[in-house]
């Protein structure tokens, strides 16, 4: 293997084994919600978005996946994000519901 082989599967070991950080939501900053789909499964990651050192850094707030139901997996491509789009919405708000009234 070569060095960057070696420093890539270290680093690839590294995040697989260590807990992400988990922020709290700055309302005063941009969130960015980001959703992927699979045939098996949907999954979502909310971010606050600030500036340090005049480039954009993303903090992960939470993040949220359940798999599809028998039913969704006849849906096509764009039904199935829509779908997840408005499920995402819909889990993180309640996920967040007494930070977001507090």
Same mark, same amino acid.
């Given at each position: 293997? +070569? ?13 697989? !084994? +260590? ?6 939501? &700055? ?9 992927? !789909? ?14 340090? &050192? ?13 798999? $599809?139901?028998? +039913? ?18 819909? &889990?993180? $708000? &309640? ?8």
């Amino acid at each position: 293997m +070569t060095v960057d082989r070696v420093k890539a599967f270290e680093s690839l070991i590294q995040a697989l !084994t +260590t807990a992400p950080l988990l922020l709290m939501p &700055n309302f005063k900053l941009p969130l960015k919600l980001c959703i992927d !789909t699979s045939g098996d499964g949907l999954g979502a990651a909310l971010h606050k978005v600030q500036i340090l &050192n005049d480039k954009p850094v993303e903090g992960l707030i939470c993040f949220i996946s359940r798999q $599809i139901k028998p +039913t969704e997996a006849r849906y096509g491509a764009s039904q199935i994000e829509c779908l997840f789009l408005f499920w995402a919405l819909e &889990n993180e $708000i &309640n996920s967040w519901k007494d930070v977001f009234l507090k």
